[in-house]
Nanobody
Framework: QLQLVESGGGLVQPGESLRLSCEVS????????IGWFRQAPGKEREGVSC????????YTADSVKGRFTASREDAKNMVYLQMNNLNPEDTAVYFC???????????????????WGQGVQVTVSS
């Protein structure tokens, strides 16, 4: 069974950066598409980034394009979300998710993913 554990969240000021990490265990990361999602209080979970395996296509939400970058190190079974120029609207719980069949197009959804991390809080506030 695939397990995902996020880390790296915290409290930052507007304009600052954070890098979230997600450690994947149970199976080689190589086979899996990886999604990053976030959920703010009272809102639905929304997709941030979705990446096919083996250097395939990455879909990035318009709201974070140019500021957030997803990456992965398959040899280390690690995935990352680099978040720059954060603003208060980025405040949410962030989740990584994995599934072999996900990220086939830009219309990806949480229901496409079978394995999830526990989530990590990111708060952007002055």
């Amino acid at each position: 069974q695939l397990q995902l554990v996020e880390s790296g969240g915290g409290l930052v000021q507007p304009g600052e950066s954070l890098r979230l990490s997600c450690e994947v265990s149970g199976n080689p990361l190589t086979y899996y598409a990886i999604g990053w999602f976030r959920q703010a209080p009272g809102k639905e979970r929304e997709g941030v980034s979705c990446s096919r395996p083996s250097g395939g296509t990455t879909y990035t939400a318009d709201s974070v394009k140019g500021r957030f970058t997803a990456s992965r190190e398959d040899a280390k079974n690690m995935v990352y979300l680099q978040m720059n120029n954060l603003n208060p609207e980025d405040t949410a719980v962030y989740f990584c998710a994995a599934d072999i069949w996900a990220c086939r197009n830009s219309d990806y959804a949480p229901s496409d993913f079978g394995s999830w991390g526990q989530g990590v809080q990111v708060t952007v506030s002055s």
